[in-house]
């Protein structure tokens, strides 16, 4: 069958292919132990964490807020504490009554906090400090979807109050988010507020809003409050691609779009043939296609919306959010409206208001600069002139 | 002769020894938001945010203008009295306190040379270039955080030099050779910045050095 230089070169290769085959087959047997064991050490870490989150379920309730049960490790959370607590909640609750009215009492109900022990330590000027803090295992709740229950904070024993009632503000508003209707939720997100939008936070979505290429947003800022609703994704069938932007618009930007290298590659594999039409014969609807799996970014951000709805929720009064969670109509426009018991319309202009707050003022020297600026000329100059030479 | 004779004479003194100088901040200030949005000037294919990047550009360079215009007119007239010893001033029939507060009145004053070159580079900026509807130009508001800048740099080097005297640059240099010091034997010794708390205050709200870090903007949303 084999003539004698053919199987002398066959039993060669066996052998020089022997150590290969035994080295291959070594770490194919090493991979498959190391998949073995982070799989067992996996498994063991998720034991530990279940046993340990038992534990923690298992510690005396010490205070039971509108349905929401506080857990505590008895033997280091003291009495003092809880009475920040208490006075931290109601501070909170009297707060998330002003956007959540009636429902406020039920948000939290059958979800619980758990305080432990939490040691850490602060190295500052090269000493490391040990210093022991509470740590508060926040809204384990079963409405909410395991990977948004958590919500921690660490506190100290004399954590200020207003700082306590800051957590449990922050409980409250994904609590009511979670219960948002899936319409509003994929439109703002599962995030409300119940404080008033921060002056600061404005800048950045004024920003967004008027720069945005479609000029929806400068003309909302401008006055015209049904751009505001357009910004706002507010429109007809939520063809926002047909609201935000005519069809020369909509071909420019493909091509813009296309003009970057990865953009440019992840269209070609799905979309080539579109992309061409409307490159080249400008066909509207290809390029919808396009800018569809593109993405176009909003005028209005998701934190945008969600004070709105905070408008709304203000407007609206006591059943308002009770109201909005009830609305099964998937649309946003109407549950928005239902809440506030008012058209849109009528929130969008004090919204307006809200953003243009956030509008960068002049790099003329406002009054403080100025008279920090003259102070200090004075008592230099002062100083030094008066100085005896 | 009374005060705003020796005013004028020492204004007029002044300007005659500085006047290359002061003719050059100007024309540079002048130059400074022009030459930085000169790309932008006529031109309609500029984005809104590549404009935002040369205002910041403007902003850089106008803050650092004005620290300079400040230095410049507050420690040049006292290196050229110290070359004749300060005998023009001894000279003068006026107390210490007159002749420090008449120099401070004419160095405010020629301030606003450098400070008039940079609101025509600014004026001459945002007419020039193609703004688009959603950004604003702000050459007079930025001019005028170049006065109070340039105002305040001018205390500080005053304060500094008249204080201080011939002392002046032994102390600066004794400072800083201190503030690197601390620096360096803190980023050694315990692995953190001991300087950076003095930093913060000196940028913060409350700090009249704030002028020079905040709002530059030439144009803006």
Known sequence: MFDRPRLGALLASITLALPALAQSSDRAVQQRRAVDIAARTYVAAADAYDQRRDARLRLPVVRTYAGLQVRADTTFVQREFLVRLDSGFARARQEAAGAFGVTTDSLLAGAQVILTQSTSSRTRFGVSTPSQSIHAEGLRSPSMAWSSSYHNAGWRTTEPIDQIKSYFIMWFEYAAGAQLPPSIAAWMGTHTHVREWDVRWREPEHFGLVMHPSGIGLACANGAITACRIAFALVPNADTIGAWFDAASRRARVVRALEMRNVRAMVLRTHAEAADRCTEIGEDAACRAVLARVGVQSPTSRVSRQHLVRLALQRGGEHAFERLRADSTDSVERAIASAAGVPVDSLLAPWREMILAGRPPSPAPNGREVFLGVALLGSLVGLTVARKP | ?221
């Open chain 2, 1 to 221: 002769m009374n005060r705003a004779t020796r005013y004028k004479a020492l204004l007029y003194s002044q300007l005659k020894y500085q006047r290359i100088e002061l003719t050059i901040l100007s024309i540079v200030a002048g130059g400074v938001p022009a030459l930085a949005t000169w790309r932008a000037l006529g031109s309609t294919s500029f984005s809104p945010m590549e404009l935002l990047s040369l205002s910041q550009i403007v902003g850089v360079l106008g803050s650092t203008l004005a620290a300079l215009v400040g230095c410049v007119l507050a420690l040049r007239p006292y290196s050229l009295d110290a070359l004749t010893n300060h005998t023009y001033a001894m000279s003068l029939p006026v107390s210490r306190t007159e002749y420090g507060l008449l120099r401070v009145g004419t160095g405010l004053l020629l301030l606003l040379m450098p400070a008039a070159g940079f609101l025509i580079g600014a004026v001459f900026a945002s007419t020039a270039a193609d703004i688009p509807a959603m950004l604003h130009a702000y050459p007079v508001g930025i001019t005028m955080r170049f006065v109070l800048a340039a105002a305040t740099a001018f205390a500080l080097a005053f304060g500094i030099q008249y204080g201080l005297g011939k002392r002046a640059t032994r102390w600066i240099l004794f400072s800083l050779t201190g503030l690197g010091a601390v620096e360096i034997i803190g980023q050694l010794v315990t692995g953190v910045s001991l300087t950076s708390d003095l930093w913060t205050a000196l940028g913060s709200e409350a700090s009249p050095l704030r002028v020079f870090a905040s709002n530059w903007m030439l144009f803006d949303v």
